[in-house]
Every structure is written in C-alpha cells, then in structure tokens.
C-alpha cells in the first residue's frame, strides 16, 4: 500500500533560518507529488506540485523541492523563513487522478 | 471565484444519532473528494466521486458511511449510528476534468461525536 512519511513532527525556527522538511514515499508507480500548507484557521492550500520533468519545483513564497527517484523523496526547502511562514506542512502523493496519500504532517513555528 | 464550501462547519451530536455533510465544489469540477482528518495527523482518503458515480470508496471505514452525488455537483457525506470515534475534521476536495491533478479544499466541517 502506498505511505507517505514526514520525518518531523514539529520544527521550531528563528525568523531567516533556513528550512528543511523531509518527506519520504512508498510507490513503485508513476506519482505526482505535493506540498500542502495550513495556515492557522486556514484550510489547505496548495503550496507546491511535481508531475514531470525538472525535479526541482518552485511553489509559491519561496518554497521549493525537490523530487529524488531513487530515494523516493520530495523535501520541502526554503532558505529563509519568516515568522509568517508558522503552519502546518503536509507532503502528498497519488498515482495520477485518484486519492490522495498524506503524511502525518509538520508543524512549523517560526519565532520572530 | 468561489471555492469549495462546506456546510455546517462544526457539527456537535450525540452517540448514536445520524449526521450529514455537504460540500459544494468549485463549478465546473467533475471530480470530487471527501477526506477525514484526526487531530494531529494528515488527511485520511474515504471515497471519490467522478461526476455521480463513486470511483473509489475503499476509504470508507464500514457500512455506517455513505456518500452521494446525484447531480455530480453538490456531494452529502452521510454517517448512521455515530460514534465518539468519528469525531474529526471532515475534508471535502474538488478537482477539474483533465490533465490537473491538484485538488482544492474546502474549510472542513468539524464533527464532535459526545
């Protein structure tokens, strides 16, 4: 069965520290590969998709990641964050138009 | 635009008592997702819709679980007999025909099973 795997459950940054989120997937298959972010009192939104072609992608705000084939890995980067940045992150797979398989989920506190 | 509604946004009920959901997605999308979300893990898959019919709903944990959608618009999630354990944040989704699978959330009605 597919899994998705965050390996932090709650990251605490200064203000301009840089970012890091690791997010790990099992699935032999072709996938398409996402980044969610939540607000505080905000529903989820799409910060980030990797479908094909370059394996590195950039979302909005300057988040970025990177898709690693052989090690099954999409991390989540950012090389400074800011205090606004304070959500919950959360990697996702499918296998071209069906469910969608989260992880476990991220927080993120960014002290200003 | 408008995005994905979902109504009512909290939803307190007793044991045993029988609950809807709805979600309305964004115009036009002709697939459609309900999700269930547990405090402190991410979304869990319960059953997709492409336009009326159910195309997966291998999510669905048991038989007190049923959803509709028979406009292939508006969905209603439906729960018999609830229990204290189906208390979660339930997700609704939206997606539009074609090559896009990004999928649009909805803000979640937040069942409380006393």
């Known amino acids: 069965a597919q899994s998705v795997s965050q390996h932090n459950h709650h990251v605490i940054l200064s203000e301009a520290a840089s970012l890091e989120l690791g997010c790990n997937y099992s699935y032999g298959g072709t996938v398409n590969l996402f980044w969610y972010v939540q607000y505080p009192g905000q529903h989820l939104q799409l910060l980030l998709k990797?479908?094909?072609?370059?394996?590195l992608v950039k979302g909005i705000k300057g988040f970025e990641a990177e898709f690693i084939k052989s090690k099954f890995s999409f991390n989540l980067r950012k090389p400074s964050v800011q205090w606004s940045d304070t959500a919950e992150y959360f990697c996702a797979v499918d296998n071209q138009g069906g469910k969608l398989i989260f992880g476990q989920g991220t927080e993120l506190s960014v002290k200003p | 635009g408008a995005g994905v509604s979902q109504t009512p946004s909290n939803k307190v009920t007793e044991k045993g008592k029988y609950v809807e959901l709805r979600c309305d997605p964004i115009s036009g999308h002709t697939a459609l997702y309900w999700y269930r979300q547990s405090l402190g893990q991410g979304p869990e898959f319960l059953i997709y819709?492409?336009?009326?019919?159910?195309?997966?709903d291998s999510g669905l944990p048991n038989d007190r679980f049923f959803a509709v959608r028979p406009e292939g618009s508006v969905s209603t999630l439906k729960i018999q007999r609830t229990e204290r354990g189906d208390s979660a944040v339930y997700l609704c989704?939206?997606?539009?025909?074609?090559?896009?699978?990004?999928?649009?959330f909805g803000p979640g009605t937040r069942l409380t099973v006393t």
């Open positions: 819709f492409q336009g009326t019919g159910a195309a997966d």
């Open positions: 990797y479908f094909s072609g370059d394996p």
């Open positions: 989704a939206s997606r539009p025909s074609g090559g896009s699978y990004e999928q649009y």
